[in-house]
T-cell receptor, first 114, second 114 residues
Framework: KAGVTQTPRYLIKTRGQQVTLSCSPI?????VSWYQQTPGQGLQFLFE???????NKGNFPGRFSGRQFSNSRSEMNVSTLELGDSALYLC?????????????FGPGTRLTVT | AQSVTQLGSHVSVSEGALVLLRCNYS??????LFWYVQYPNQGLQLLLK??????LVKGINGFEAEFKKSETSFHLTKPSAHMSDAAEYFC????????????FGTGTSLTVIP
């Protein structure tokens, strides 16, 4: 099976712009989670989508949003970019169910905001 | 609330020496525990997981971890370090109350000295 794929791998944006990142989960996985990874804050949970519905949400401002399509592919959007949004954004997929299912991570999208 | 503490943000060991990376968790219900490894510019790869079966869990690349409920710990060990083990290691916890939301520790950077 193909792994989790994320596009693009690298992105440079300017403050105030918006950005959309894409994630394709492992075939058959219905849950997609997004994380922000920075040297200072570590891995922080953004949100999780399951069957096109947001099931869990982390503590991020409303500028961060996401959605999931019927084929389980997911996108996250960040509007009005700030310098502090520079980070590695990781997507993870897992099968249906909760708690005891491991998450499989993609390679991430490195976002740089200038 | 669930949380994970990884003691030691940096650990150095000699090649061939024992690797011990510490993880303590807090959870109000039986947890599911995971160890992930991250190599530079890559996503996270699952090393092993504990889901209430055997307390000693064996993973990939010769790593294993032991769940100790009385100590709320899930330390990761490897008898003999290899140069290729140099990476960032993350402990994570989830449980039935968090759905599929993982809580990650801040990570431990492992250096292997030749």
């Amino acid at each position: 099976k193909a792994g989790v794929t994320q596009t693009p791998r690298y992105l440079i944006k300017t403050r105030g712009q918006q950005v959309t990142l894409s994630c394709s989960p492992i075939s058959g996985h219905r849950s997609v989670s997004w994380y922000q990874q920075t040297p200072g804050q570590g891995l922080q949970f953004l949100f999780e989508y399951f069957s096109e519905t947001q099931r869990n949400k982390g503590n991020f401002p409303g500028r961060f949003s996401g959605r999931q399509f019927s084929n389980s592919r997911s996108e996250m959007n960040v509007s009005t970019l700030e310098l502090g949004d520079s980070a590695l954004y990781l997507c993870a997929s897992s099968p249906a169910g909760t708690g005891n299912y491991e998450q499989y991570f993609g390679p991430g999208t490195r976002l740089t905001v200038t | 609330a669930q949380s994970v503490t990884q003691l030691g943000s940096h650990v150095s060991v000699s090649e061939g020496a024992l690797v011990l990376l510490r993880c303590n968790y807090s959870s109000s219900v039986p947890p599911y525990l995971f160890w992930y490894v991250q190599y530079p510019n890559q996503g996270l790869q699952l090393l092993l997981k504990y889901t209430s079966a055997a307390t000693l869990v064996k993973g990939i690349n010769g790593f294993e971890a032991e769940f100790k409920k009385s100590e709320t710990s899930f330390h990761l060990t490897k008898p003999s370090a290899h140069m290729s083990d140099a990476a960032e290691y993350f402990c994570a916890v989830s449980d039935v109350n968090t759905g599929n939301q993982f809580y990650f520790g801040t990570g431990t950077s492992l250096t292997v000295i030749p």
